[in-house]
Each structure stands twice: as structure tokens, then as C-alpha cells.
């Protein structure tokens, strides 16, 4: 029997691009291993900063080294892609934020009409952006932290609305409150902010990273994380929670060993933890995610609520992320669970040509 070719994509045009290709490195190790490696070819595609794709000895030289070889810029105009993407059976999006989790590739691989791991151009789009999903999530019936949206323009294009905007975040968001550019993960370009002075460099500084930005009313609550994996039919994984002693779960906190504690099962009563389970698949459907997620949680125990902060389509798979884990302890092990976000690529892309030929 041939092997499928999975095109491995990482890196990417984005913030994140760092953590997507240690994410990379753990999924081809994965789809090394004994039982894949009879099913699969991995074939790794490297988008560098500047949006140019590798394929050959640089990607695979990228994903083995720990270094990100940065090649010499290419004009755009002749930028293209690299020979072998005509030969890949399936392709493996491992690229975090935007540019990548947001709908831009999915969107390109839905033109090419090759099965690919993850949500659909919509569930991508929607999960990205922190605006859009919150909206999705109050739909929804989600609780979740009041918030305010932003644009950049009304930060930067017009100084006489700016203290107005300000004033009004003070007033009905208070201090602290946390300050993200609306497109964006592992924290980057996230500030908490306890003044005016601080607010103001916040909101200056998400600006440069997007054109939205969103400020959230700071809660203090117990961090936990929920799994899904599946498609029309999907299954939520044990709960894992979060410690740590930085001053919130920043990019360091995320990356680096030992600087945060994951406790898989989290302590929890089941009634919660089944609530949070029910909330996590609530918002998956309601950003129409497919394959897999993870879904980020407050919980405030004084009063039992919880908050649901974001989603996440394509999750982090570094040796510090929850989602490989979280299924580790629901009985899926990351070998398997490659597996399956195969299999899950090729029953979306199986159902979407049924759709194709009803229409
Ligand atoms: N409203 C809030 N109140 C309290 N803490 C918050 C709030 N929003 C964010 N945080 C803190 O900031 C962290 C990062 O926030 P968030 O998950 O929204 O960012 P992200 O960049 O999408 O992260 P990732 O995608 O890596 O999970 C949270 O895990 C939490 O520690
Ligand atoms: C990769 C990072 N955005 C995560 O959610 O794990
Ligand atoms: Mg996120
Ligand atoms: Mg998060």
C-alpha cells in the first residue's frame, strides 16, 4: 500500500511563528512513529517571516535544527510555490495566529481540493478573532468577561477621540484590564494594565501588531483548558488547569519549562467539570470549528462561574501545551492522535465533495 503524503506546513507569517515550528517538530516526530510511519510520508513545507515557502532540504533542515534559517528575502513577484506542494495527499497546517490559523491557508487549500487537518476558512476566521468569537460565544448563551473592540484608527488616526476612549475603557471596564490585539496567540502583544499610563502604551503597542484590538475587564479566576477533537460529532477531553506565579500566563510563562504547572485532571467538581466539557463543544459549534481545539476557561470558584476566554483551532503541540496532553489523560496518545486528525481531514474533505456534487 502507498503512503499518503502529508504536507507538514509551519512557521508562517506571523508572531507565533517561533512556537509553530516546535509544534511542527512534535507532529512530524509523531507521524514518525512506528504505527504512522507505515501510513505516512512526511512531506515539511517551511513559510519563512516574510511569507515565502521552502520545501526540500531547507524545511526539512529547519525542522530538524532548533535554529529558524531565515533564506534571503524573494521579491513577491517571484515568489512561488515550491514543486513538490502538486504532490501532497493531505496537508497538516501547523502554523499558529494569523496567516495561518485564521482562514488565509485554509482558504487556499480549499481551492486546491486536497483534505487538510483543521477548521474549514469560517471556523478559522471566526476562531482567530477575538471580536468575532466573543460575538459567536454571547450568541451562543457563553458567559464570558465584558469587553470592548477597537480599530487601530480610532487609536491612532484621530488624538482627539483617543482620551475620550480611553476615559470610556476606564469607566466601564476599570483596572486591571488586559489589552489584546484581537488576532493574535501565546500571549504576544498582550498587556495588563492597571493605569492610564499603561493603557495608553498597551493600546499603542496591540496597534502595531493588528488593525483590532480588544480590552478585557481583568477577572481573577483559576485557568483551565478543554480539548476537542472530532467534527460533526465532537468529544471533549479531561480538564487541565494552569498554575503559575508570573503575573498572568504571558509568553515566557507559556514556553518556558518549568515556569508554569499543568494539572491533568484538574481538581474540580465533576458538575463543573462537565459544564466547562458542555461549554467547550457549545464553542466549537458556534465558530463552526472541525477537527480539533482547545478552549481556554476562567473559572472564579468563590461563585462557581465560568467564563470562557477564547478558542484556539490550530492549539499549540510544543512539550508545554495542553492539547497533546489533555488527550494523553483521556486515553488518545499523540501518536494516535495525528492519526486521527488524518482521519478526521479525510471524512471532512469526503463530506464537503458530497456537498459539492448535491449543489
Ligand atoms: N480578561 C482576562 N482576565 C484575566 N486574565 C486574562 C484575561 N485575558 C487574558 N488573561 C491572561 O492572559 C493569558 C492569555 O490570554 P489569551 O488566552 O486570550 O491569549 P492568547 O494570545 O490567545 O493565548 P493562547 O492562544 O496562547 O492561549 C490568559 O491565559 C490569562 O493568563
Ligand atoms: C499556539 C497557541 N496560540 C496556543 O493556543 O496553544
Ligand atoms: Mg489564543
Ligand atoms: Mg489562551
Same mark, same amino acid.
Given at each position: ?27 512530524? #516526530? ?46 513577491? #513577484? ?14 497538516? /497546517? ?20 486536497? /483534505? ?41 488616526? #484621530?488624538?482627539?477621540?483617543? /482620551? ?64 476537542v477533537?472530532? #467534527?460533526?460529532?465532537p468529544k471533549a ?29 484538574? /481538581? ?9 466539557q458542555e461549554m467547550a463543544l457549545q464553542a466549537f459549534a ?74
Amino acid at each position: 500500500m502507498s503512503k499518503l503524503r502529508v504536507g507538514l506546513l509551519f512557521g508562517g507569517r506571523s508572531g507565533e511563528h517561533e512556537v509553530s515550528i516546535i509544534s511542527a517538530r512534535a507532529i512530524a #516526530n509523531a507521524l514518525s512513529a512506528e504505527a504512522n510511519s507505515q501510513k505516512y510520508e512526511i512531506v515539511p513545507f517551511y513559510i519563512q517571516k516574510n511569507g515565502v515557502w521552502q520545501g526540500g532540504e531547507t524545511a526539512q533542515q529547519v525542522l530538524k535544527s532548533s535554529e529558524a534559517t531565515e533564506n534571503p528575502a524573494i521579491t513577491p #513577484n517571484l515568489w512561488q510555490f515550491p514543486a513538490e506542494t502538486a504532490e501532497i495527499d493531505l496537508w497538516f /497546517p501547523i502554523l499558529h495566529g494569523p496567516n495561518g490559523e485564521d482562514g488565509t491557508i485554509q482558504g487556499l487549500l480549499t481551492l486546491m481540493q486536497v /483534505p487538510f487537518v483543521g477548521s474549514g476558512v469560517l471556523g478559522s476566521a471566526a476562531g482567530m478573532d477575538k471580536i468575532a468569537m466573543k460575538t459567536a460565544f454571547a450568541q451562543a448563551g457563553l458567559s464570558q468577561v465584558k469587553y470592548k473592540a477597537i480599530t487601530r484608527a480610532q487609536i491612532w488616526s #484621530n488624538p482627539c477621540i483617543f /482620551p475620550k476612549l480611553c476615559d470610556e475603557i476606564e469607566a466601564t471596564l476599570g483596572y486591571p484590564c488586559f489589552v489584546k490585539p484581537a488576532n493574535l496567540g501565546s500571549s504576544v502583544g498582550i498587556a495588563k494594565v492597571r493605569s492610564r499610563q499603561e493603557l495608553e502604551a498597551a493600546l499603542d503597542n496591540a496597534a502595531t501588531y493588528d488593525r483590532r484590538i480588544i480590552v478585557e475587564a481583568g477577572v481573577v479566576a483559576r485557568e483551565v483548558e478543554c480539548a476537542v477533537l472530532g #467534527n460533526d460529532n465532537p468529544k471533549a477531553s479531561v480538564i487541565g488547569e494552569i498554575t503559575f506565579d508570573s503575573d498572568f500566563y504571558d509568553y515566557e510563562t507559556k514556553y518556558t519549562e518549568g515556569k508554569a504547572d499543568l494539572l491533568i485532571p484538574a /481538581p474540580l467538581p465533576e458538575t463543573v467539570v462537565q459544564q466547562i466539557q458542555e461549554m467547550a463543544l457549545q464553542a466549537f459549534a458556534a465558530v463552526d470549528g472541525a477537527g480539533l481545539a482547545r478552549v481556554d476557561f476562567f473559572y472564579v470558584e468563590a461563585t462557581g462561574e465560568i467564563l470562557i476566554n477564547e478558542i484556539n483551532t490550530l492549539p499549540g503541540f510544543t512539550s508545554t501545551s495542553m492539547y497533546p496532553q489533555l488527550w494523553a489523560n483521556t486515553g488518545i496518545s499523540f501518536t494516535e492522535l495525528v492519526d486521527q486528525l488524518i482521519q478526521l481531514a479525510i471524512e471532512r474533505h469526503t463530506n464537503s465533495k458530497l456537498e459539492d456534487s448535491v449543489k
